[in-house]
């Protein structure tokens, strides 16, 4: 628990009309009663129609008390709630009572603001339109206004068994002026321990303002000697810069120069990869003409030798006096076609280049 959530929480309660005053004792030793009390005054005034158990007299009734709120709040506000914080009643049950104050306090302050911005003004242009919107909030402040007094007024009813029976109680005995007088006298005891345990507080809190204002004046001398130092350091030139700018302009100068041989470097590279390409393309193309006139003469050469082969047996066969008898034949001469002869006439090289014998 902490002193700001305390005083928050006792500061929401008392702004959303709770009747009973918090004081930040109530929650130095466990205090389930109140603990419960404020638990149902929540639920009452988040939903009126809620129906809690309200014995808590033994311990299971306790726990049974504690399950059922956190269960309706977690069913109807989807607020997770702690059980285990809130049956120690102490001042860790105070951050979730919390919860649902935050919730409860912040949808007063935006019923608040919306009654705040129904009166602002309207264009008169828009008369019907601004009579209309003017009514249209006022039923709307009526209705809020109902709501919180019909939770209030139902929660007072609710209260009025308990109330009877004391009232009637009180006014059935007769008033004991000493037993008044005690009563009186321990309340006087009370406020002066508590104006006491206040002035302590007070005290204290002024101690420790003092040692806060004299750790920001520390600071303050601190900060000013920090911008002091900067400032004398902003205006002081370092050593070696002469020869550091010196060396960032050799520097920029070399990263031209290193930026201007790539850039020639790559263009280099590319117009010899274009130059061997077009001469791998050129070695292709020259090949494949090689091979076309490879097979072109050698269809040629074919055709030739088919032609001689036919002459030489025309020649053959039409002159009687080179008339060839059957038999095998014998051949001489050479593949070159150099100088043919045989047993019984030569022949010219020029007239064929195989000749077929008879034999002796």
């Given at each position: 628990?902490?002193?700001?959530?305390?005083?928050?929480?006792?500061?929401?309660?008392?702004?959303?009309?709770?009747?009973?005053?918090?004081?930040?004792?109530?929650?130095?030793?466990?205090?389930?009663?109140?603990?419960?009390?404020?638990?149902?005054?929540?639920?009452?005034?988040?939903?009126?129609?809620?129906?809690?158990?309200?014995?808590?007299?033994?311990?299971?009734?306790?726990?049974?008390?504690?399950?059922?709120?956190?269960?309706?709040?977690?069913?109807?506000?989807?607020?997770?709630?702690?059980?285990?914080?809130?049956?120690?009643?102490?001042?860790?049950?105070?951050?979730?009572?919390?919860?649902?104050?935050?919730?409860?306090?912040?949808?007063?302050?935006?019923?608040?603001?919306?009654?705040?911005?129904?009166?602002?003004?309207?264009?008169?242009?828009?008369?019907?339109?601004?009579?209309?919107?003017?009514?249209?909030?006022?039923?709307?402040?009526?209705?809020?206004?109902?709501?919180?007094?019909?939770?209030?007024?139902?929660?007072?009813?609710?209260?009025?068994?308990?109330?009877?029976?004391?009232?009637?109680?009180?006014?059935?005995?007769?008033?004991?002026?000493?037993q008044l007088e005690k009563g009186v006298r321990h309340s006087i005891a009370a406020?002066?321990?508590?104006?006491?345990?206040?002035?302590?507080?007070?005290?204290?809190?002024?101690?420790?303002?003092?040692?806060?204002?004299?750790?920001?004046?520390?600071?303050?001398?601190?900060?000013?000697?920090?911008?002091?130092?900067?400032?004398?350091?902003?205006?002081?030139?370092?050593?070696?810069?002469?020869?550091?700018?010196?060396?960032?302009?050799?520097?920029?100068?070399?990263?031209?120069?290193?930026?201007?041989?790539?850039?020639?470097?790559?263009?280099?590279?590319?117009?010899?990869?274009?130059?061997?390409?077009?001469?791998?393309?050129?070695?292709?193309?020259?090949?494949?003409?090689?091979?076309?006139?490879?097979?072109?003469?050698?269809?040629?050469?074919?055709?030739?030798?088919?032609?001689?082969?036919?002459?030489?047996?025309?020649?053959?066969?039409?002159?009687?006096?080179?008339?060839?008898?059957?038999?095998?034949?014998?051949?001489?001469?050479?593949?070159?076609?150099?100088?043919?002869?045989?047993?019984?006439?030569?022949?010219?090289?020029?007239?064929?280049?195989?000749?077929?014998?008879?034999?002796?």
């Amino acid at each position: 628990m902490s002193y700001r959530d305390l005083r928050n929480f006792t500061e929401m309660m008392r702004a959303l009309g709770y009747p009973r005053l918090i004081s930040m004792e109530n929650f130095r030793t466990p205090n389930f009663p109140l603990v419960a009390e404020i638990l149902t005054w929540l639920v009452n005034r988040y939903d009126p129609t809620a129906d809690l158990p309200t014995d808590i007299d033994t311990e299971q009734d306790r726990v049974i008390f504690i399950k059922s709120t956190a269960q309706f709040m977690a069913s109807k506000a989807h607020i997770k709630l702690n059980t285990k914080k809130l049956y120690s009643a102490d001042g860790y049950a105070v951050k979730e009572l919390l919860k649902i104050t935050s919730v409860l306090y912040s949808a007063m302050r935006t019923n608040k603001i919306d009654r705040d911005t129904s009166h602002t003004e309207i264009a008169p242009a828009a008369v019907e339109l601004s009579t209309k919107s003017t009514d249209l909030k006022a039923c709307r402040q009526l209705a809020s206004q109902i709501t919180t007094r019909g939770a209030k007024l139902y929660e007072l009813l609710g209260k009025e068994l308990e109330l009877r029976e004391m009232r009637k109680s009180a006014l059935s005995r007769s008033v004991d002026v000493d037993q008044l007088e005690k009563g009186v006298r321990h309340s006087i005891a009370a406020v002066e321990l508590e104006v006491q345990r206040v002035t302590q507080m007070l005290d204290n809190l002024a101690g420790d303002e003092a040692n806060l204002e004299m750790k920001i004046e520390k600071k303050k001398q601190e900060l000013e000697r920090n911008q002091k130092r900067l400032r004398s350091l902003a205006n002081v030139r370092p050593a070696f810069m002469d020869e550091y700018e010196k060396l960032e302009v050799e520097l920029q100068k070399q990263y031209e120069g290193y930026m201007e041989r790539h850039r020639n470097l790559s263009y280099l590279e590319h117009q010899l990869e274009e130059y061997s390409r077009v001469e791998q393309d050129r070695a292709e193309e020259t090949e494949s003409s090689l091979k076309r006139m490879q097979l072109r003469m050698q269809e040629a050469e074919k055709r030739m030798i088919q032609d001689d082969i036919i002459n030489d047996d025309m020649l053959l066969v039409g002159s009687g006096e080179f008339a060839v008898p059957r038999g095998d034949p014998r051949m001489v001469g050479s593949m070159t076609g150099d100088g043919i002869a045989t047993d019984d006439v030569s022949i010219p090289i020029h007239i064929f280049r195989w000749t077929f014998l008879l034999p002796a």
